[in-house]
Nanobody
Framework: QVQLVETGGGLVQAGGSLRLSCAAS????????MGWFRQAPGKEREFVAA????????RYADSVKGRFTISRDNAKNTVFLQMNSLKPEDTAVYFC??????????????WGQGTQVTVSS
């Protein structure tokens, strides 16, 4: 069992930056593919970014390419999402997810509780 806790959300003006962190406990993250998803009010949850176990393979949604960067520190059991040039449409609850796989995953078994990101115009 993997427990995930997201931190780093908050209120930021458009054009600003935030760095989300996802700390894992219960298992070492080096055996897991990780992902970030988001859900805006009234919308379905959507994929944001994913990273394989080593950090050598990354995937991004088209809407965040060039602005967001996913990374991981397996020694610290933590995954990050650096978000730059934020837009009001990035406003959502951001979720961290884990899947026991050495490859980039699109389906995840473990989820955090989420952290709110609000971008004001």
């Amino acid at each position: 069992q993997v427990q995930l806790v997201e931190t780093g959300g908050g209120l930021v003006q458009a054009g600003g930056s935030l760095r989300l962190s996802c700390a894992a406990s219960g298992r070492t993250l080096s055996s897991y593919a990780m992902g970030w998803f988001r859900q805006a009010p009234g919308k379905e949850r959507e994929f944001v970014a994913a990273i394989n176990w080593s950090g050598g393979n990354l995937r991004y949604a088209d809407s965040v390419k060039g602005r967001f960067t996913i990374s991981r520190d397996n020694a610290k059991n933590t995954v990050f999402l650096q978000m730059n040039s934020l837009k009001p449409e990035d406003t959502a609850v951001y979720f961290c997810a884990a899947e026991r796989s050495r490859y980039v995953a699109m389906e995840y078994a473990y989820w955090g509780q989420g952290t709110q990101v609000t971008v004001s115009s």
